[in-house]
């Protein structure tokens, strides 16, 4: 039997001790009371860089290792860089800062209208971070945002939940890190929601205060990331009705004989025809609603006749048709970016035509044709003076 030579053995038991020690899984554990865990993370300007605010979720050891408690915090770092905004705040609070958990992005109002999409590069990068993370605008600065606690434990949690609720089944009003990603890297642009946190009186009997979480507007962003204009809470709801089917808020509108008329918008559907005419692009959209007004037994009290109905149906038309021809302008001049998502749509229904001229298309969208057609549906319900 053939003896195998001193130094391959030693080479070979080396090898195996490296396996098994790389296999134990242990040399980049931290403890969870060693972590904290980032519930939300925001950027506003400063002088010389900027300021960076997190919301903390900090694991605190109980009385035994299975027994304890998290406390939540808001802690602000002035950086130039968020990777450099992390470590101080690991070296200052002797913990992992760790992004499993991190829910949302929020941009202060002064930095929403500069240049800032090369802070989330730190994101991108991080494998670690959720790409369902939501991004948003807040009101003000990031710090007086986050501080105005919704609940007992994080705002950020509740920003988040505005933001989903508020975009499920009705189309991509809100945005996460991964689509805008694939925004930036389409060199597209966007629209990034606004969000803004209200004290309310909620009892009286100790006058104790909460706050309510609202989305009041949009701000538009051009194919580079610089801001363009604002869109306000009610164009942000127009853009929710013709981003696909679903349902929407309130809708009041007036009749000839200057009646108002409250409906709910008990279901939307908007569709897209796109062609091209001597090389520009013309966008037919079709938006049909199904209202019920809110009072059911009408101005008299006694109920609708069909003609009563179909003057709801017209008056509603004419309302919703306006303001949509009125976003429709403010896009293509003031704002310069399509809030009814027609940049996605010629994409994948002219291919041909985007290939050629796609990178020109903030040029061609202004002079591009737009025609809106409104239909509604009045199923019963009732008027108020």
């Given at each position: 039997?053939?003896i195998?030579?001193?130094?391959?053995?030693?080479?070979?038991?080396?090898?195996?001790?490296?396996f098994?020690?790389?296999?134990?899984?242990?040399?980049?554990?931290?403890?969870?009371?060693?972590?904290?865990?980032?519930?939300?993370?925001?950027?506003?300007?400063?002088?010389?860089?900027?300021?960076?605010t997190?919301?903390?979720?900090?694991p605190?050891?109980g009385?035994?290792?299975?027994?304890?408690?998290?406390?939540?915090a808001n802690?602000?770092?002035?950086?130039?860089?968020?990777?450099?905004a992390?470590?101080?705040?690991?070296?200052?609070?002797?913990?992992?800062?760790?992004?499993?958990?991190l829910?949302?992005i929020?941009?202060?109002?002064?930095?929403?209208?500069?240049?800032?999409?090369?802070?989330?590069?730190?994101?991108f990068?991080?494998?670690s971070?959720?790409?369902?993370s939501?991004?948003?605008?807040?009101?003000?600065?990031?710090?007086?945002?986050?501080?105005?606690?919704?609940?007992?434990?994080?705002?950020?949690?509740?920003?988040?939940s505005?933001?989903?609720?508020?975009?499920?089944g009705k189309?991509?009003?809100?945005?996460?890190?991964?689509?805008l990603?694939?925004?930036?890297?389409?060199?597209d642009?966007?629209f990034?929601?606004?969000?803004?946190?209200?004290?309310?009186?909620?009892g009286?009997?100790?006058?104790?205060?909460?706050?309510?979480?609202?989305?009041?507007?949009?701000?538009?962003?051009?194919?580079?990331?610089?801001y363009?204009?604002?869109?306000?809470?009610d164009?942000?709801?127009?853009m929710?009705?013709?981003?696909?089917?679903?349902?929407?808020?309130?809708?009041?509108?007036?009749?000839?004989?200057?009646?108002?008329y409250?409906?709910?918008?008990?279901?939307?559907?908007?569709?897209?025809?796109?062609?091209?005419?001597?090389?520009t692009?013309?966008f037919?959209?079709?938006?049909?609603?199904?209202?019920?007004?809110?009072d059911?037994?009408?101005?008299?009290?006694?109920?609708?006749?069909?003609?009563?109905l179909?003057?709801?149906?017209?008056?509603?038309?004419?309302?919703?048709?306006?303001?949509?021809?009125?976003?429709?302008?403010?896009?293509?001049?003031?704002?310069g970016?399509?809030?009814?998502?027609?940049?996605?749509?010629?994409?994948?229904r002219?291919?041909?035509?985007?290939g050629?001229?796609?990178?020109?298309?903030?040029?061609?969208?202004?002079?591009?044709?737009?025609?809106?057609?409104v239909?509604?549906t009045v199923?019963?319900?009732?008027i108020?003076?």
């Amino acid at each position: 039997m053939r003896i195998m030579p001193k130094t391959t053995r030693l080479l070979l038991s080396g090898i195996c001790i490296f396996f098994v020690l790389v296999m134990t899984g242990c040399w980049d554990d931290a403890e969870i009371n060693g972590r904290a865990f980032v519930l939300g993370f925001g950027a506003d300007s400063d002088n010389e860089g900027y300021k960076f605010t997190f919301q903390l979720a900090i694991p605190v050891s109980g009385e035994s290792d299975s027994a304890g408690s998290i406390e939540y915090a808001n802690l602000s770092v002035n950086e130039v860089t968020p990777a450099a905004a992390v470590r101080s705040l690991e070296k200052n609070l002797g913990r992992e800062i760790n992004f499993e958990q991190l829910s949302i992005i929020v941009i202060g109002e002064e930095l929403s209208r500069k240049s800032f999409t090369g802070l989330t590069d730190y994101f991108f990068r991080r494998a670690s971070v959720r790409r369902q993370s939501c991004i948003a605008i807040c009101e003000g600065s990031v710090s007086d945002f986050f501080s105005a606690s919704a609940t007992d434990k994080a705002i950020s949690i509740d920003a988040a939940s505005t933001l989903q609720s508020y975009d499920a089944g009705k189309g991509n009003i809100s945005m996460n890190l991964f689509s805008l990603y694939k925004k930036l890297i389409n060199r597209d642009e966007f629209f990034l929601p606004r969000i803004s946190a209200a004290e309310q009186e909620e009892g009286k009997a100790d006058h104790a205060m909460k706050s309510t979480l609202n989305l009041s507007g949009a701000s538009a962003y051009g194919s580079k990331g610089e801001y363009r204009g604002d869109l306000n809470a009610d164009e942000l709801e127009l853009m929710l009705l013709t981003s696909g089917s679903g349902t929407g808020g309130a809708l009041a509108v007036y009749d000839e004989q200057s009646h108002r008329y409250c409906c709910e918008i008990r279901q939307s559907h908007c569709s897209v025809k796109c062609s091209i005419i001597g090389n520009t692009p013309a966008f037919r959209l079709k938006l049909e609603l199904v209202l019920v007004p809110l009072d059911a037994g009408g101005i008299d009290g006694g109920g609708y006749t069909p003609e009563s109905l179909r003057r709801i149906s017209r008056s509603a038309e004419q309302t919703v048709s306006a303001r949509l021809e009125a976003l429709a302008i403010k896009s293509r001049t003031a704002v310069g970016s399509s809030a009814f998502g027609l940049q996605d749509i010629i994409r994948q229904r002219q291919p041909g035509w985007y290939g050629r001229y796609g990178d020109q298309w903030e040029s061609i969208y202004p002079g591009a044709e737009i025609l809106i057609t409104v239909n509604c549906t009045v199923a019963g319900g009732g008027i108020t003076k």
